[in-house]
């Protein structure tokens, strides 16, 4: 069975840009998580997705957004880029609200 | 004070010791606990989940949960080279502003030498 996958696996972009970032759930999952994982800072909540509807959302700005198609995948979107922006972004999904967290591999963006 | 603390690593074990990881969390309304293992580099990785006070053992590892004490470890038993990585503990609270989201600690980095 296939695990949560996540594309691109490396992203660079510039200041100002934006960035669009993919992920497919476990076949089955319903949620999807997004995290930030900037260095020396943790790992950071950033979006839940369940069944189409942002359920909650962490203590980012308004650029970073994003949404989940009828299928379960989703995506993040990140405008207007910081240097601070750089990154690894995780995807994890779980069955139902709340369950057990999956991650993928994550996309590494970087922001020249 | 942060929402969830690991203790200060790094944390140096010899192979075959049992490399003990702490952890604390300050919202009494989380329910599920979370270790995950985190390679250089790499994606976040399961480990064990706790629900209940007590122990919870799955081979080498043991989990450890005390509600009242807000408190959750993780025993690794004849510890390993291969069990070397940063180990992140995670928190996932019921309800309000916290419903659905991990919030992890600081991750703790385990070195398990030969």
């Known amino acids: 069975e296939a695990g949560v996958t996540q594309s691109p696996t490396h992203l660079i972009k510039t200041r100002g840009q934006q960035a669009t970032l993919r992920c497919s759930p476990i076949?089955?999952?319903?949620?999807v998580y997004w995290y930030q994982q900037a260095l020396g800072l943790g790992l950071q909540f950033l979006l839940w997705?369940?069944?189409?509807?942002?359920?909650n959302r962490g203590n980012f700005p308004p650029r970073f957004s994003g949404r989940q198609f009828p299928n379960y995948s989703s995506e993040l979107n990140v405008n207007a880029l910081e240097l601070e922006d750089s990154a690894l972004y995780l995807c994890?999904?779980?069955?139902?609200?709340?369950?057990?967290?999956?991650f993928g591999a994550g996309t590494r963006l970087s922001v020249l | 004070q942060k929402e969830v603390e690991q203790n200060s690593g790094p944390l140096s074990v010899p192979e075959g010791a049992i490399a003990s990881l702490n952890c604390t969390y300050s919202?009494?309304?989380?329910?599920?606990f979370f270790w995950y293992r985190q390679y250089s580099g790499k994606s976040p990785e399961l480990i064990m989940s706790?629900?209940?006070?007590g122990d919870k053992e799955d081979g080498r590892f043991t989990a450890q949960l005390n509600k009242a004490s807000q408190y959750v470890s993780l025993l690794i038993r004849d510890s390993q080279p291969s069990d070397s990585a940063t180990y992140l503990c995670?928190?996932?609270?019921?309800?309000?502003?916290?419903?659905?989201?991990?919030?992890f600690g600081q991750g703790t980095i385990l070195t398990v030498h030969p």
């Open positions: 706790i629900y209940s006070n």
């Open positions: 076949s089955g999952h319903t949620s």
């Open positions: 995670a928190v996932n609270s019921a309800g309000g502003t916290s419903y659905g989201k991990l919030t």
């Open positions: 997705y369940d069944e189409g509807e942002e359920r």
């Open positions: 919202d009494r309304g989380s329910q599920s």
């Open positions: 994890a999904s779980s069955p139902s609200s709340g369950g057990i967290q999956y």
